[in-house]
């Protein structure tokens, strides 16, 4: 069982996961151009938003007020999201996850993930229709 952290640790295990979940996203061949090429996300601004995100879903801390589907859905107009990137991102997040556990928030940031990628995945296919 890992061990139960204080808010204050789990804050910062957070902000490490997501730094160790970017790196493997943007190696990896198939959801890297996506993210740098088709969304042309800018690494400064955009991790601190993703860490903001899972602080806000595992802590909830209220310092992440965007709205998510909007930019996802200007990046699926430009080049739409298929089945393998939602199995991708999620196989890389579970992975990192088991690498960079979140203690006591661990199975709750995995089971978000998964909740994530699915209203994602349905939310894109009805914005298509």
């Known amino acids: 069982m890992a061990p139960t952290l204080k808010p204050d640790d789990t804050s910062r295990q957070i902000d490490q996961f997501v730094d160790a979940f970017y790196e493997r996203v943007l190696a990896d061949p198939l959801l890297s151009p996506l993210f740098l090429d088709v969304a042309g ?19 909830g801390h ?25 199995e991708r991102w999620l196989a890389l997040f579970e992975e990192t996850l088991k690498k960079h556990p979140l203690g006591s928030s661990t ?10 990628a699915g209203n994602m995945r349905q939310n894109m296919q009805r914005f298509r229709a």
Request: zero cysteines.
């Open 62 to 86: 209220r310092d992440y007020q965007r709205h998510m589907m909007r930019k996802h859905r200007d990046v699926d107009a430009r080049q739409p999201f298929a089945d393998e990137h939602y």
């Open 41 to 59: 996300i800018e690494l400064s601004e955009h991790l601190p938003r993703i860490k903001a995100y899972w602080r806000k879903m595992l802590l």
């Open 107 to 116: 199975e709750r940031a995995a089971a978000l993930a998964r909740r994530v």
